[in-house]
């Protein structure tokens, strides 16, 4: 079972389902998005609506992997991080792997293909309000507002809530060869984000 803390539409929990063959466990404080993941198909997946903190109705170690995508950029205080970390920690088995896929403030006011994280010459420390831009699939692009989550904060909460082996990469978009839409790898020159990717996987496994 590979849990999706924060699926959202469900649409990166069914890909990663079908690509893995694996069964999903998604789970959302929102329920609307519950609903959209439900709406998506997925077989064989599940949905659970995350409330206070706690996803009721999961044992302990129901989960033998876990991913977080972007959650993070929503939560203000380092207490709700560590939340989302505990909680996580208490659904996977013992030895399983969590990956968490953030981006980086430390590429703040970078030109991206399709992201630009923060304003020039601009430094943000954990939990500050980050402004964001996405660039949408029709070329306009919207502005969101995060909150800045420095890589380097999230090793010691990870370790301090009972995981081990954290380690941090920032992928490039030619690792995207062979796993992404190869017309979406074409779409694109990518320059900037070879020269200094925007994103960061920190990976840890349960003690």
């Known amino acids: 079972m590979l849990l999706d803390f924060g699926c959202g539409p469900g649409r990166v929990a069914g890909h990663a389902g079908r690509a893995l063959g694996m069964r999903i466990i998604g789970v959302d404080a929102s329920p609307d998005m519950l609903a959209l993941a439900r709406e998506e198909g997925t ?3 599940e949905y659970h609506l995350v409330a206070d903190g706690r996803v009721g109705g999961l044992a302990d170690a129901c989960a033998d992997a876990a991913m977080c995508n972007h959650v993070l950029a929503s939560l203000p205080d380092e207490r709700t991080v560590l939340e989302v970390f505990t ?4 659904l996977l088995r013992p030895g399983a792997p969590f990956a968490l896929l953030t ?12 992201l630009r994280v ?3 010459g601009v430094s943000y420390g954990p939990g500050e309000a980050m402004p964001v831009r996405l660039r949408r699939t ?3 692009w919207q502005s969101v ?3 800045a989550w420095p890589v380097e904060t999230f090793p010691p909460l990870l370790e301090g809530v009972g995981f081990t082996d ?3 990469h920032h992928p490039t978009p030619d690792e995207a060869v062979g796993v992404a839409d190869p017309e979406h790898v074409r779409s694109r020159d990518w320059s900037a984000e070879r020269l200094r990717p925007p994103l960061v996987v920190t990976t840890a496994v349960k003690r």
């Open 43 to 45: 077989p064989g997946a």
């Open 87 to 90: 909680e996580i920690h208490r």
């Open 103 to 114: 981006t980086d403030p430390a590429c703040a006011g970078i030109e991206y293909a399709s």
């Open 118 to 120: 923060g304003e020039p």
């Open 138 to 140: 029709d070329g306009t």
């Open 145 to 147: 507002r995060n909150h």
């Open 166 to 168: 954290v380690a941090q």
